[in-house]
Structures are given as structure tokens and as C-alpha cells.
């Protein structure tokens, strides 16, 4: 699993065509020549169909979008560790805003990843300051802290909402957790300020995903932390 210590930027291609099948591939080759270009993490966060395609052809953590508990075997339409695994996927996001998880299902998940490989990213997604602290006592690799109805706005999380960022960095920092920003994130500024709040990275998706050119913004957004 990736440094956890350094600053990362995550990116959500979600089920939009653009990061779909070819254009997931695209679009994965584009954050691995920013990345080591610039010399930065970037993570690809997506579907369980183009993980395998994908990490043929790039040398990059690549994570599913979504992860069950089911173990292989009698579980059709499930996704299960051992299928992300083999397919080359090396974490995984749960929670999100669009993928909601009951809270036992959410435990039952990271368990699985922790019992069965240690090195498998986890990050979990919270909406609210109260769900984030609930969060903290499952214990994933990170807590992102989305606001949804930033998400996929022109109104960044950093800006409108820095002393609940704040917050939500202090109570994970109590379990050691590194807290990731997202909703609205669409700036260099906006880069620079979840950084200057004490968060070890952002979790982005229409912004970069959308973008007529990728590459370009993406350059752009990574020149946050270099200012």
C-alpha cells in the first residue's frame, strides 16, 4: 500500500463515459505520466470492470470503487477482495455518497481486507462530522470527508467549509487516520488550502474527469502543493 504520510490525490473516474472502458485506460495513462512527472501520488479510483485493463498497461496504485464482503464462491453480482485482488486492484473506496453502506456492512468489509491482505488500501467516506467520527472506530487506511452537496460543484469544500475540515482532521488525527478532502475541489487554491488545513490529500473526480484536458488540469491541480 501507498505512503501514508504523503500528500495524494485520488481520482474518482465514477461511471461517467469518459472514464469508462478505452477512456478509463486513457485517462489512467494521463494520471500516471502527471504522477511521475511531478513526482506525486496519484491514485485511479474505478469501476470493477476496468481494473484489469487498466493495470496491464500502468505501474500505478489503481483502487475499485466499491468492494463487498462476500467471499468467493456462491455470491453472483458480488465483488469480492480476492476478484479485485487478481484483477490488480490494490484498494478500494466504500461509502461513498453514491454507494451508500449500512454501518455493519461498512465493518464486515474492512475486516475481510485486513484478514485477508494488510497491504490493501481502504478508504471510507463520510458526509457529515458526526458520521466521520463514527468512521474513525473501523479503522481504514483513510476517512474522506465529502459533503454532498459540494460534490461535483464549483464550490470547494475548502473554501465554504475550512473549520468543519478542520474539525474533521482533528478527530481523525486522534486515531491516526489521515483525513482526504473532497466535493468541489476544482483549483489549484483549492489543493493548496486542504493541504494548509492538515489533510494528506483530496479525493477528485468531475473536475479532472470531465476536464477537456485532463492532463492539463491535472498539472494544474497538482501545482497546489508546490506553491
Known amino acids: 500500500m ?32 502527471v504522477g511521475f512527472s511531478e513526482k506525486v501520488t496519484i491514485v485511479p479510483i474505478v469501476q470493477a470492470v476496468d ?58 468489509t474492512l475486516k475481510r481486507v485486513r484478514d485477508i491482505d494488510k497491504g490493501f488500501g481502504t478508504m471510507v467516506c463520510g458526509g457529515t462530522l458526526g458520521q466521520v467520527e463514527k468512521l474513525t472506530f473501523t479503522k481504514p487506511d483513510y476517512i474522506a470527508y465529502e459533503v454532498k452537496e459540494l460534490i461535483a460543484g464549483q464550490v470547494s469544500i475548502t473554501n465554504c467549509r475550512p473549520k468543519s475540515v478542520k474539525k474533521a482532521i482533528l ?26 488545513l492538515g489533510a494528506l490529500g483530496v479525493l477528485i473526480s468531475s473536475a479532472v474527469v470531465l476536464a477537456n484536458n485532463p492532463k492539463k488540469k491535472l498539472l494544474e491541480l497538482v501545482g497546489g502543493i508546490k506553491k
Open 171 to 196: 478527530l481523525t488525527r486522534k486515531r491516526k487516520i489521515p483525513l482526504i478532502v473532497g466535493a468541489g475541489i476544482n483549483s489549484a487554491e483549492d489543493v493548496l488550502l486542504a493541504k494548509k
Open 51 to 108: 481494473i484489469f485493463p487498466i493495470t496491464q498497461v500502468v505501474d500505478i496504485d489503481c483502487w475499485v470503487q466499491h468492494l463487498d464482503w462476500q467471499k468467493p464462491g456462491r455470491a453472483t453480482g458480488w465483488i469480492n477482495l480476492e476478484a479485485a485482488i487478481c484483477a490488480g486492484a490494490s484498494g478500494t473506496l466504500l461509502n461513498h455518497s453514491e454507494r451508500h453502506l449500512a454501518p455493519g456492512t461498512i465493518k464486515q
Open 2 to 33: 501507498k505512503d501514508k504520510t504523503v500528500f495524494s490525490f485520488f481520482i474518482n473516474f465514477k461511471t461517467y463515459p469518459k472514464g469508462t472502458g478505452k477512456w478509463a485506460v486513457k485517462l489512467a495513462k494521463v494520471c500516471a505520466e
